[in-house]
Nanobody, 119 residues
Framework: QVQVVESGGGLVQAGGSLRLSCAAS????????MSWYRQAPGKQRELVAT???????NYADSVKGRFTISRDNAKNTVYLQMNSLKPEDTAVYYC?????????????WGQGTQVTVSS
């Protein structure tokens, strides 16, 4: 019922910046929270940042102070501004939308966008 699509990934040098976008589309749902996860080769998927519909945010320690998550609730869109990028940030970044459909909670995932940081 819901589609989640990420964009904005690419190749950047260490110290550079990227801005990721994620939009949820469809009908019959509301969003409680949206999050960014990432997964590097050989590693588990990890939570990077979360923002609720009310604007509360949370960040992984590894990105705190460098990344900023924001949202436009009217557009069902979330952004991740990534500054001071490091090679360790290289991963596929996935958007997750926590949805309420018929009063039940679901998670919907995008297909991911590649972020590569060169040294």
């Amino acid at each position: 019922q819901v589609q989640v699509v990420e964009s904005g990934g690419g190749l950047v040098q260490a110290g550079g910046s990227l801005r990721l976008s994620c939009a949820a589309s469809g009908s019959g749902f509301s969003i409680n929270a949206m999050s960014w996860y990432r997964q590097a080769p050989g590693k588990q998927r990890e939570l990077v940042a979360t923002i609720t519909s009310g604007g509360s945010t949370n960040y992984a320690d590894s990105v705190k102070g460098r990344f900023t998550i924001s949202r436009d609730n009217a557009k069902n869109t979330v952004y991740l501004q990534m500054n001071s990028l490091k090679p360790e940030d290289t991963a596929v970044y996935y958007c997750n939308a926590r949805l309420i459909i018929l009063k039940a909670q679901y998670d919907s995932w995008g297909q991911g966008t590649q972020v590569t940081v060169s040294s």
